[in-house]
């Protein structure tokens, strides 16, 4: 390629990524989305441009907030992590279980039928209410395959009205035509994509992979802010160099790296699509260096935290990276199509408060402080050996949850695929998860 | 009073309904590149002060 030619596609991008944020702006303008939310140990201040939650101690936030003295701040000033936040940062809302697709691991079974007694446009819009009124910031959608929702784009423009930023994930396998209208709507949206060519159809169970790279195609003709979302499984951790060439050449603003959960029916496809003690130790290299060789943004899900601290990077600049490990019912929340209030995707139903039912999203704010409020998900610091010992565990959180129920019987176990876990088990001779 | 410090910052949004994603491209370029863009990050909050807050949080 010639010197010209590589100029010329830097300059291309730079005007791109300059009318990028300038629809940013513009956008923001337009639905101002919640800019700062206090918290005891000070509070978290969002930024459109670069895209960020900040989070800052109580000088700081004096500085720049409009607050005197709130009652949140009335005692003394904690540690970001010494408790939960005052509200999720984001929620994540299935809001159907209807999809056409039948992947074999799906996290949630999803079905053409869907789910019985799933919520409609009116419910998820008071739950979008709630949300703002509790401070979350961003909120997640997805299902099943949400794009055969009639009405999504109506939801996302509450969400914007309400000051919170809606993102969506797609298989991109549908409905293509309806997404592209409302793209503008979404902050970042995300297709599924598990594997190239073959390898799509051995992770997911059906050939699929042609019309999901159209849709990126056609999206990133869209938007910039257009990535994917990779579960990561033991037949396409091989290939993960080649789906990050893949991001680099279509243009994607990231990759996002998911750990393959035990959840829907993905419970029954656990053992054989889930990655290999080895395949986890080799993540972190793996991920950085594909990255790196093809220059494109990493994120990783919570659950891929036990496998980050293997390495032992500096633990100071995961904190600053605000890199935790399950945050299930404290950062994030989700709910079921039926409004089924959960603290992650992939946990059952929250656990009903004291004289209680089970709550639903629209409760959030009545439930969020309630005693035993999220179970097992806010027991992290009444840890066990080798998490109690473990440098990392502020901050891992003793890894996820879902795997230790799945996998040990016992949610509030060590995860049982952390390798430090793994390492101790051999010591004492216990069987582990290989 | 002091002058505060930033915490912590999460890039990015996250699309996945399935989980928090983190960035960690800044793993590749350590700290040092983290403490350089942290006082930038900085200097923007504090560009726009006097943010409002919720009345709810106040």
């Not at chain 1, 992590?81 to 159907?96: I, K």
């Not at chain 1, 995300?190 to 159809?201: E, F, H, K, M, Q």
């Not at chain 1, 054989?272 to 494109?296: K, T």
């Not at chain 1, 230790?404 to 049982?416: I, L």
């Amino acid at each position: 390629m010639s010197v010209v030619t590589s100029l010329g596609r830097l300059a291309a991008r730079g005007v791109e990524g300059a009318l990028a944020v300038a629809v940013r702006v513009w956008r923001a303008r337009q639905h101002p989305p919640r800019r700062a939310r206090l918290e005891r140990f000070g509070a978290i201040l969002q930024l459109t441009v670069p895209r960020a939650l900040v989070f800052v101690d109580r000088a700081f936030a004096r500085r720049v907030l409009a607050v005197d003295r709130p009652a949140i701040w009335a005692g003394p000033e904690t540690a970001l992590g010494d408790a939960p936040l005052s509200a999720p940062l984001e929620a994540h809302l299935q809001l159907t279980n209807r999809c056409d697709a039948g992947c074999q691991g799906c996290y949630t079974g999803a079905s053409p039928e869907g789910a019985p007694g799933e919520w409609g446009l009116a419910e998820w819009m008071r739950a979008i209410d709630q949300l703002a009124d509790a401070g979350v910031f961003h909120v997640a959608l997805g299902g099943g395959e949400s794009t055969v929702l009639p009405w999504l784009g109506e939801l996302a423009e509450h969400a914007r009205r309400r000051g919170i930023v809606p993102n969506l994930t797609t298989s991109g396998l549908s409905n293509l035509d309806r997404l592209l209208a409302i793209s503008g709507q979404f902050g970042q949206i995300n297709v599924s994509l598990d594997g190239l060519g073959a390898t799509y159809a051995r992770v997911r169970g059906f050939d699929g992979f042609a019309r999901a790279d159209a849709a990126i195609r056609a999206l990133r003709r869209a938007k910039r802010e257009i990535g994917i979302n990779v579960v990561v499984t033991r037949h396409n951790f091989d290939e993960l160099d080649r789906l990050f060439a893949y991001a680099a050449q279509r243009r994607l603003s990231e990759v996002e790296l998911l750990r393959f959960k035990p959840s829907g029916r993905g419970a029954r496809a656990y053992a054989e699509l889930r990655c290999s003690d080895a395949q986890h130790r080799a993540f972190l290299p793996a991920v950085l260096a594909a990255a790196r060789r093809h220059a494109v943004r990493v994120k990783v899900d919570c659950s891929y935290t036990p496998m980050l601290a293997h390495h032992r990077p500096d633990r100071a600049l995961l904190a600053e990276l605000a890199v935790y490990g399950c945050t299930g019912g404290d950062f994030l929340i989700g709910a079921k199509p039926g409004g089924q209030l959960t603290a992650c995707s992939f946990a059952g139903p929250a656990p009903a408060a004291p004289g209680g039912e089970r709550p639903r999203v629209t409760e959030l704010l009545r439930y969020w402080a309630a005693p035993g409020a999220f179970g097992a998900f806010r027991s992290w610091r009444d840890a066990r050996e080798p998490c109690a010992s473990c440098d990392y565990h502020s901050l891992c959180r003793g890894g996820c949850r879902v795997v230790s129920a799945h996998t040990v019987g016992d949610a509030t176990a060590p995860d049982p695929e952390c390798p430090r876990v793994v390492d101790a088990a051999a010591r004492i001779h216990v069987p582990v998860v290989r | 009073m002091g002058r505060g410090k930033i915490l912590a910052i999460k890039w990015g949004m996250n699309p996945n309904s399935s989980s928090l994603g983190v960035d960690v491209t800044f793993l590749l370029v350590g700290a040092t590149v983290l403490a350089a863009v942290t006082p930038v990050i900085g200097a923007l909050l504090r560009w726009r002060r006097a943010i409002p807050v919720d009345q709810a949080d106040r």
